[in-house]
């Protein structure tokens, strides 16, 4: 199949609008079509057309088992899939809709088991990025869109991530640019006696409780507690790893830096992610600058990219400083550490075993 990557960037309003309509019918017709959202690329499917979203899980080499965000573009589409008390819901999108977060609801007849995976609830998300939300009202209104990366790929946030993991495989990729967040959306389960984050994101916890009260952590995101499995299928999934093992090392700055130049030292072909405060610190490995700790968005908008980057290099091994920036040091490092396969390691330790 060919595929075509269509540059919305160098076409005028009127045009991007023909390009969004194009990908609409094609939805509609039943195929794929990727297209930016403000957190990751998606790839689209009409949600309630259970061969269109089949599609998906062929396409990305997904278990089927592993559920489908449904993206709408209004409010009034919820009450077309979802069931029940929309109370708290309603809370959730005056305070963070068109955003990044994804909502978990019981779901209503229409919705096939094939875009839930079987399950009797539905993921919902209102994307804030203007295109995506007119290829949804093209599309039909309700489009299901995993992350558009090969399963076990990391997201990509760009649409060349997109073209390199879906070329010949889907008819059509709109291309603008890069993502602004670079991370997937909060998913927060509202079918839990306390709502639950399952997934976190840009949109925090402390940003959700002060909307609507207590909320949680789903406990088996803890990496400490490996016994209890997450509730959202796609967490319990290695992702985003690159082909080369990596490992994270904690501490303190001044002895994460010293451990990881001991451990290099004798290392051809080691890479360090590291940030612009400490990259030139690092002298015996090939040095990724993830971002800077004074901004904690660009760390999360780099991470994929970097990680991608390593599948082009020679690096054989991959040491990683730690992110636990205030904000969304939890979504970053919940996605670094299972890049990682939980390979996390204290300075100390490192300095110790050498
Ligand atoms: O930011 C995002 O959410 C991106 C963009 C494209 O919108 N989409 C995305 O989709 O990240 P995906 O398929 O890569 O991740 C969806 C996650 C998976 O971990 C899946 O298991 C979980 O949501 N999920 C979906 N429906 C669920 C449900 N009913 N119950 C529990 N988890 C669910
Ligand atoms: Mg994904």
């Not at 068109?98 to 007849?109: A, E, S």
Request: hydrophobic content about 40%.
């Amino acid at each position: 199949m060919e595929t075509e990557l269509i540059n919305l960037c160098q076409q005028t309003p009127e045009e991007q609008l023909i390009s969004c309509r194009r990908a609409g019918e094609l939805l509609r017709f039943g195929s794929l079509v990727a297209f930016p959202t403000e957190t990751v690329y998606g790839l689209g499917a009409n949600a309630l057309d259970p061969e269109a979203s089949s599609k998906i899980y062929a396409a990305k080499g997904r278990p089927s088992d592993n559920p489908l965000i449904v993206h709408i573009a209004d409010w009034e589409a919820i009450e077309t899939i979802a069931e029940g008390n929309l109370e708290l819901a309603k809370k959730l999108s005056d305070a963070f809709w068109p955003g990044p977060l994804t909502m978990i609801l019981p779901k209503k007849d229409c919705v096939p088991l094939a875009t839930t995976g079987g399950l009797s609830t539905v993921a919902i998300r209102m994307p804030s990025h203007e295109i995506a939300r007119t290829v949804i009202r093209f599309g039909g209104g309700y489009i299901a869109a995993p992350s558009a990366n090969a399963s076990g790929r990391p997201s990509p946030t760009t649409a060349g991530h997109v073209y390199e993991d879906m070329k010949g495989i889907i008819p059509m990729i709109l291309d603008q640019g890069e993502v602004s967040i670079g991370l997937e959306s909060t998913i927060i389960d509202l079918t839990e006696q306390i709502p639950t984050i399952l997934r976190p994101g840009y949109i925090t916890l402390s940003m959700l409780s002060d909307c609507i009260g207590e909320v949680r952590m789903d406990p088996g995101l803890s990496s400490e507690n490996t016994a209890v499995r997450p509730k959202a299928p796609g967490m319990r999934y290695r992702h985003y790893a690159p082909k080369a093992p990596l490992v994270i090392v904690e501490g303190p700055a001044s002895e994460v830096i010293r451990a990881i130049n001991a451990r290099t030292a004798s290392c051809s072909g080691c890479g360090v992610i590291a940030t612009e405060e400490t990259k030139d610190l690092y002298t015996n490995a090939e040095v990724s600058v993830i971002g800077s700790r004074s901004d904690e968005e660009s760390i999360a908008h780099n991470l994929y990219d970097i990680l991608r980057g390593f599948d082009h290099s020679t690096v054989t091994r991959i040491y990683s400083e730690s992110f636990d920036t205030p904000s969304m040091g939890t979504a970053i490092m919940n996605r670094l550490i299972k890049a990682a396969g939980h390979q996390v390691i204290s300075a100390a330790d490192l300095l110790n075993e050498l």
